[in-house]
């Protein structure tokens, strides 16, 4: 091979633009033609992806033996600073796949979902606060129109799809009669919610057990552990505090509030036909919820859902039955209850949305997720997100590891004896 070569007869820096592309654009297809007419480099589009899974299946290797020394207590300690905060997000995207079918010969017929995972984590530059620095919710959370579409939006993105009727057009802001937000001009609401410094990302489609490890071993090389103040932000699922048992048993457990949140919309619209009624049921029990009153939220949606006449639905029950929506709701608060004591988060001076790892999520979809886009193999798809993750970390770990290949310039080999 000639010397600042690859395999694949392409110099480091080459290679670079190939598999950020690769990793970056929506298809490998769009990747080869942006290739060729930015940066001059013709390539086909299979010949991306076999370069970028490569690179890919590397990235996946090296971070499994990294994993099982952590596992293994074969650690070594970070060498940098520790961060005052730290948060661990956690949520779940969907990938459309594709695999053989036994008995029908040759060739892919049958397609399905498959969850991925991916943690955000990233350092906290705030302070911790004496008082709750934002006894209030905020005005986003008091705005008819935007509430109701990341309710929606939430609901969506859990395969829930609910028939609401829809908000009249002159419902954008509350009447003057209905509860709304003081707006907070004091120092520390300002220093709340804390700004995000570095943020670092791991995505797999393994399964919870494995990716909870993952987590594990990305924080331990951050110092995540030897933090002050460590947060866990979930959305409830069992399977996010599964992780946060095993894994970060002293991080404050939140819950996401805009997953209570949509799930309280959610229910004040089933027990109420009324456009004002509902929206006034929906603000008495988010502002409840985000002075931590979860308990007593649980119990007025009980009582109010027993007094239209509510009985637990069973499995046969469909999903437009307005008892379904409630039922979800009340199980939700009741059972996160414990992980939604926000008026001490805050005076920790942690956040209470998983906002960032939603907005992760996001970007990670953008390559991995689309119409009519199927996963064949698992293995690529594994590959793909690996690449994507660290496109999407803020320590420029792609740059370092492809600086690190052989063929690299900067790659240091030691010279055989002569």
Sequence with gaps: MPPGLTSHAYSPRATGKIVEAGGGLKSFAVAARVLKSLAGITISAQHVRRLTEEVG?????????????YVHHRRVEPGDPIPSGVVVAVDGGRIETRVPTPGKGPGIHEHGWKEDKVACLYALDGPAFGEDPHPQPPRAFTDRKRVDELARDTHAQR??????????????????TEPRPVRE???????????????????STRDSDEFGKVAAAEAHARHFYRSARRAFLGDGRRY?????????????????????????????TAVSADVGERW??????????????????????????EGKGWSPPDAETPESDWRVAVGRAWTYVGNNAPHMDYPRYRRLGLPVTSAAVESLIKEVNYRVKGTEKFWNHPEGAEAIMQVRAAMLSDDDRLGRFLA???????????????
Aim: proline share 10%; glycine share 6%; aromatic share 10%.
């Design 57 to 69: 299946g590397e990235l996946a290797a090296r971070r499994d033996r990294e994993v099982e020394d």
């Design 159 to 176: 395969g829930t799809n609910p028939d609401w009727p829809a908000l009249p057009a002159s419902a954008g802001e509350p009447p003057p």
């Design 185 to 203: 001009a004091s120092e520390s609401a300002r220093a709340w919610p804390p700004p995000r410094a570095e943020r670092t990302c791991v995505a």
């Design 240 to 268: 996010n505090w599964a992780i946060r048992d095993r894994w970060f048993a002293d991080f404050e457990p939140i819950a996401d509030l805009v997953h209570v949140l949509s799930y309280l919309y959610a229910a004040a």
């Design 280 to 305: 006034t049921l929906y603000v008495g029990w988010m502002t409840a919820c985000w002075r931590g009153k979860a308990g007593e939220v649980a119990s007025s949606i009980r009582g109010r859902a």
């Design 404 to 418: 690190s290949r052989p063929g690299s310039p900067h790659r240091y080999t030691r010279r055989a004896a002569a």
